[in-house]
Structure formats: structure tokens, C-alpha cells
């Protein structure tokens, strides 16, 4: 930390160690007179998931963050397929050129961006086993966060990081909720060596599609292939027990959804080994009108603030841009939270909202696609649920540039100010 007699002195927690959380703890670090410190409920920090995909946007953070150069291990992804998983037809195929210069898009390990990431934040700066329990408002006095294990600690700023199931969200929104999707996720890593005899096929990144499901393959770098497959099913009738996120789960259970494949991918599925799976119940919670509380002592950043999923297949480049753009926010403004807390909802609020409005006209036209069918086929059906993908400028996500972002705010400030 860097002092400056002139700037604010700032404690700042920073609730969750996941992708948002260890981001803004790097960029906060780079900012005068603040002390941040990381409170993560796990007991070790690790990521349970299998790959994660970096793109465009995930880069230009993560080289601002200083982090770029440390996540050395992916697979580049410049093909990517959709396929009919029970016919084998290839449905689409986008090869994206590949640049001479700059990073190009991989999938690699959670765990690698991770321990990159946590490879930047100094040790001393985070608290694991803190399960944050509760915060009360102290007024002037700041905020007081009541941690599980009887630990109370005062900060003048909760970053609340944790995630789509956010306590900080719940106490400082005590409205909002959030519900469950009807999708389950089950993603498992496996030796590319114990499949490769299956199908060429699989060793191109891509979606195996039913009508409500899928199976996703990918190589995710050191020889390790990655299977996330995913079945949606009526909410309303199977939402009672869906608490799960990343516990494990019986092999005959997931392949007990996906038994309309080909017989290849039933026995990719089926190599997979016993305790290999991890099951994730997808939530979604509506957009929020602010993502500041308490007076400007709150802030969301990542899943928290946008509870949508992984929709975009993009939300740690989210998290991380959020925790970015708050540093970013807290300097200019010498750490005047009053000032600076503001600035970071009208930069990323907006972002949010475009992204619900994506979704939801997406899912109007798939709609209005499917009512044109009358009684659409197996094949229809599959055809529908990517047709509304191709073409679509989607370069306000995946291109993003957050410094540029960042600069043309800053430069609108210098003219107003
Ligand atoms: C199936 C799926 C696929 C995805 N694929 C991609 C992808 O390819 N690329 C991509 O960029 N994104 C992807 N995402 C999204 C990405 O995983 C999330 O957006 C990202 O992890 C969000 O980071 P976060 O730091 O906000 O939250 P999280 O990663 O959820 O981290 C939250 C942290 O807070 C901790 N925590 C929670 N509650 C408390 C508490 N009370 N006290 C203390 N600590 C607490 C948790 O233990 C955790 O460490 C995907 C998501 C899903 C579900």
C-alpha cells in the first residue's frame, strides 16, 4: 500500500475470495491509503468447477491487473462448434482468425486463474475460515461485519464478493432473491488420453445439444479434458432440493439425463471417474436498481451484483472488471467513497442492464422462432436453441477493453469537474 497524506485513509473488507474478490484486492493494492483484507468462508482457497474460459475481455483485465503473464496453461479455443448430440450434424462452426499479436482465447483450469490471481494478493491480506454472518450498519462509524466463527471486525467499505449467493447482498438488499433456474450443471476433468479413442470430434471445444440439454467438451491445457454438461427441467416441480453447487455426484446420476446421445458421448460420460462429478444448480436473481448500499458503505462486484449464472460464459472477466474499475473509481476520487461509489454504479450498472436486456430478447426470439414451428421436431428444436446465436454482435462483452472504458470516463469527469 502506498501512503498519500493527502488521501483518505480507507479499511476495506472484502467479503470472498473468488475471481471478483482476489481481482479487487490486486487493484486495490495499487491505490494510496487503502488496507484491504480478504474474509473467505472456505478453509483453503481453492476453485471447484473444471475450466473457465478466457477471452478478449478476460485478458485486457487480467494484464491491467499485472496477472496476465502469470496464467501460462490453456488450450486456445479459435474453433468452436455446435453439434446435434444425437445425430453427430454439425450445426455451426466459428473459426475465429487468429491474431498475430495480443492473447488469443483459451479455456484453461479454474484452479490455474485462481492460484494466478492469488499468486498477486500479499498472504497476509486474507482471513480464511471468516464466514461472513452478518453486518449492521454503524452509520459514520462504518460498517460492522459479524463472522460465524464469533469475529467481528469495523471496515469504512464492504466489497461483497461473494458470490451469486452474496450475505452481503442479502443483508444490505434484504428484498432481493434469487431462484432457481431449472438448469443443473455437472462438469468433470478427465485425462484427454482415457477419451481420445472416441471420436476425433471431441477434441474440438463445442456443445453436443439436445432440446434441453447439452454436453460441452473442451481440452483445458496439461493434457486434461474437460465434460460440462447441463439439462434443464421444470422449476416449478424440481426446485425443492436444488441446493447444490459444486458438491459431488453419482455417475449414473448425471448420465441418467443425457441418455438420448450418441453412444460415443454416453461413453465419454461413462469414463469419467466415480466421484469425478460435480453438481452446480443454477440460480438467477433480477436486475438490481444499485449496486451500492448502506450510504455508499457497500458495494457488489461480481456474481453478487448480476445474478445470472455464467449466462455469458464470462462472469469472472465481469468480477474482475468490477474490482478493476472500483480501484479505479476510489483513486480519482482520493477515496471519497461518497464520490467514488457512485462513479463505479453508473460505469458498471449500465453493463448489467444490458446484459438482462440481451438475455431477455434472446429468449423472446426463441420464442417467437418456436411458435412459427407449430410442433417443431427433435431436430427444429435443436436448430432453435442456436440459430438466434449467429451473427449477433456480441463485441460489447467479449472485445471489452476496460481501460478504454475506464479513459473515456475519466476524461468525460475532466471536462465536467
Ligand atoms: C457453469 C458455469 C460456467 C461458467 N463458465 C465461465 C467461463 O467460462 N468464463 C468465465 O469468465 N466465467 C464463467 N462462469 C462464471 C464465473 O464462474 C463466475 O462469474 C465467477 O466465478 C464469479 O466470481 P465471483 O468472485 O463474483 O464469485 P465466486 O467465484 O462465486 O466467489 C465467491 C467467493 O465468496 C466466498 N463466499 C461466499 N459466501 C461467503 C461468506 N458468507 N463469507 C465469506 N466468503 C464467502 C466463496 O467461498 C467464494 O470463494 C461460469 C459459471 C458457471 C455457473
Known amino acids: 500500500m502506498t501512503v498519500d497524506a493527502s488521501v483518505r485513509q480507507l479499511r476495506v473488507a472484502i467479503i470472498g475470495g473468488g475471481p471478483g474478490g482476489l481481482a479487487t484486492a490486486i487493484a486495490l493494492s495499487k491505490i494510496p491509503n487503502v488496507s484491504a483484507t480478504i474474509y473467505e468462508q472456505a478453509k483453503v482457497l481453492r476453485e471447484v468447477g473444471a475450466g473457465i474460459s478466457i477471452g478478449s475481455n478476460t485478458w485486457n483485465v487480467l494484464q491491467l491487473l499485472g496477472v ?30 487468429e491474431l498475430p499479436v495480443g492473447r488469443g482465447p483459451i479455456r484453461a483450469q479454474r484452479t490455474k486463474l485462481q492460484s494466478a490471481l492469488l499468486s498477486h494478493v500479499n498472504p497476509d491480506t486474507i482471513q480464511l475460515s471468516r464466514k461472513l454472518h452478518r453486518m449492521v450498519d454503524k452509520g459514520s462509524e462504518g460498517v460492522e461485519l459479524q463472522f460465524k466463527d464469533g469475529t467481528v471486525v469495523e471496515a469504512d ?150 445474478a445470472l449464472s455464467g449466462a455469458f460464459g464470462s462472469g469472472a472477466g465481469f468480477a474482475m472488471e468490477d474490482g478493476w474499475i472500483l480501484a ?17 454504479d453508473a460505469i458498471r450498472l449500465p453493463y448489467y442492464s444490458r446484459m438482462y436486456a440481451h438475455l431477455a430478447s434472446e429468449a423472446d426470439k426463441r420464442t417467437a422462432k418456436l411458435k412459427t414451428l407449430g410442433n417443431p421436431s427433435f431436430d427444429e428444436q435443436v436448430k432453435n436453441k442456436i440459430i438466434t446465436d449467429g451473427g449477433k454482435d456480441m463485441s460489447w462483452i467479449y472485445q471489452n477493453n476496460i481501460e478504454l472504458v475506464w479513459k473515456e470516463w475519466a476524461e468525460q469527469l475532466g471536462r465536467t469537474s
Request: aromatic share 12%; charged share 20%; net charge negative.
Open 328 to 344: 479505479q473509481a476510489l483513486a480519482y476520487w482520493k477515496n471519497d467513497t461518497s464520490k467514488a461509489l457512485p462513479l463505479f
Open 68 to 97: 496476465a503473464d502469470t496464467l501460462t496453461s490453456g488450450h486456445p479455443t479459435w474453433t468452436i462448434v455446435n453439434m446435434n448430440g444425437r445425430s453427430g450434424e454439425e450445426l455451426s462452426r466459428r473459426e475465429k482468425p
Open 157 to 306: 467499505l464492504v466489497v461483497g464478493a461473494d458470490g451469486i449467493r452474496s450475505v452481503v447482498r442479502d443483508t444490505a438488499w434484504p428484498d432481493y432473491e434469487i431462484k432457481f433456474t431449472g438448469t443443473t450443471i455437472w462438469r468433470a476433468l478427465l485425462p484427454w488420453n482415457d477419451v481420445k479413442d472416441l471420436d476425433p470430434r471431441f477434441g474440438i471445444t463445442g456443445w453436443w445439444h439436445t432440446p434441453t440439454t447439452h454436453v460441452y467438451f473442451s481440452h483445458v491445457g496439461e493434457g486434461l479434458w474437460e465434460i460440462a454438461s447441463r439439462a434443464w427441467q421444470d422449476p416449478a416441480i424440481h426446485s425443492a432440493n436444488k441446493k447444490s453447487w459444486g458438491v459431488p455426484v453419482e455417475n449414473a446420476h448425471v448420465e441418467a439425463h443425457f441418455t438420448e446421445y450418441l453412444p460415443e458421448i454416453r461413453e465419454a460420460l461413462a469414463r469419467v471417474p466415480p466421484g469425478g462429478w460435480r453438481e452446480f444448480a443454477a440460480f438467477a436473481g433480477p436486475e438490481l436498481s444499485q449496486l451500492t448500499a448502506w450510504n455508499n458503505k457497500v458495494v457488489l462486484v461480481g456474481d453478487s451484483s448480476h
